[in-house]
């Protein structure tokens, strides 16, 4: 009886110590079926007047299952999601005009309110930008979480085709 039972616990932990050994090891069968927590939708390309402010709407996809804070996130410990071009770029950000975030509760702690970002968003971008033509990598930087966990914060590109005539 005493042999079953180790054999038993054994088996249980097999899948355990190979799930942390993957996790060890930087398994890429493991991290390539985890799809992204944001993507950017689509590239934009916009002709826009040399040293103009000139709009852009920016779409990007949270995952199912996933939230991020909003750019006014409701706990001033929250990582807000923002939005950057580098200097560098040939275009500036002159502006970004954040969607209202959604109320989120947290299923184990109905008193904490989150303001968050699921499903997809859209910023609007008003952007200046040099004469010629510019790819311009913009940054949206944000933290996602599920219902249970936050994953470290995390920045992605955004690329932009942009002609200043």
């Known amino acids: 009886m005493h042999g079953l039972v180790a054999v038993l616990i054994f088996a249980g ?5 190979a799930a942390a050994q993957s996790s060890l090891t930087g398994n890429p069968e493991r991290h390539a079926s985890r799809p992204p927590a944001v993507t950017y939708l689509y590239p934009e390309q916009i002709r826009v007047p040399a040293g103009k402010p000139a709009k852009v709407s920016l779409h990007f996809r949270v995952a199912p299952g996933l ?10 410990e929250l990582i807000p999601t923002t939005l950057t071009i580098p200097e560098s770029s040939g ?33 609007e971008a008003q952007i200046v930008a040099t004469a010629g033509s510019h790819l311009v990598e913009a940054r949206l930087h944000f933290q996602a979480c ?20």
């Open 13 to 17: 932990l097999v899948p355990v110590i």
């Open 67 to 76: 939230h991020i804070n909003s750019h006014t996130p409701s706990d001033e």
């Open 91 to 123: 275009a500036r950000l002159e502006s970004a005009a954040y969607p209202a975030g959604t109320i989120f509760v947290l299923p184990l702690d109905k008193k904490t309110r989150l303001s968050v970002y699921t499903g997809e968003f859209i910023i």
């Open 146 to 165: 599920d219902d249970n966990v936050c994953m470290p914060p995390r920045t992605i590109t955004a690329p932009i085709d942009v002609i200043g005539d």
